[in-house]
């Protein structure tokens, strides 16, 4: 059976993708920084019927991050797809967030997810496929979130850089931006964005996009390659 993992498992982007690969016959793990969130993601994701293991863990924890992903592997099975979904959202002018606040957002939006991709992805290579799906955002900058845009820059960077890594060994590399608040019913209605991260998973590798910008023009997946 193959093998999901979702970091940042909350009750939006990434419970709807735990639901969605559960669905298509999954494994999945999911984690979360939160023991209540963590647990109704995976109740939810249980009613699917396949293997759910729901695990806490602060993604900036680089030891306690490694380690769930090891725990997930070895009871889960390899793991076939990273979803990385953590991100630290806050409004902040240019200057209104001190040092140390930008190094903690730019902790769980960017370096969080470079820790499990790193640690997840030589496998992946070994094994000759697999998929790292980062969730994006701020199609544009905006001065009144400045570290989130910095992170969310940071994302589509990152993105380039492992697929340069891994992408010849089989792994897509590849984000999902969503550029608004998320809310069932929305135009950023959370369902509707998990399809991206699984029409993603399952792109022949001659066609992989490394971006889909949700309801950009262009089609309903709004694709663009890198």
């Given amino acids: 059976m193959p093998t999901a993992v979702v970091i940042g498992a909350g009750p939006g982007i990434g419970k709807s993708v735990a639901e969605r690969f559960a669905a298509a016959g999954y494994a999945v793990a999911v984690i979360a920084r939160g023991d209540a969130t963590v647990k109704a993601v995976a109740g939810a994701v249980e009613r699917h019927g396949h293997p759910v293991l729901a695990r806490t863990a602060d993604s900036t ?19 076939d797809v990273l979803v990385y979904n953590a991100a630290r959202i806050r409004p902040d002018a240019p200057g209104e ?4 606040g930008q190094l903690e957002s730019w902790a769980v939006n960017v370096v969080g997810a470079l820790t499990a991709a790193a640690h997840l ?8 496929h697999g998929s790292i ?3 994006g955002g701020m199609p544009e900058p905006d001065p009144n979130y400045v570290s989130l845009s910095l992170g969310k820059f ?8 492992l697929d ?3 992408g010849p060994a089989g792994v897509h ?10 809310s069932p019913g929305s135009d950023c209605d959370p369902d509707e964005i998990a399809e991206h991260y699984w029409r993603l998973h399952n792109q022949p590798r001659g066609a992989w996009a490394n971006e889909i910008v949700h309801g950009a023009p262009g089609g309903p997946a709004g694709q663009s390659a890198n």
């Avoid at 940071?154 to 850089?161: A, D, I, K, S």
């Avoid at 590399?173 to 998320?182: E, K, L």
């Fill in 133 to 135: 799906l980062i969730t």
């Fill in 61 to 79: 924890d680089e030891d306690q991050l490694r380690a769930v992903l090891d725990e997930a592997a070895a009871e889960l099975g390899p793991i």
């Fill in 173 to 182: 590399v590849a984000s999902v931006t969503v550029p608004g608040a998320v």
């Fill in 121 to 128: 992805a030589p496998g992946m290579a070994a094994r000759g």
């Fill in 164 to 166: 340069a890594q891994y």
């Fill in 97 to 100: 967030l001190d040092a140390r």
């Fill in 154 to 161: 940071g994302v589509r960077v990152l993105v380039r850089l």
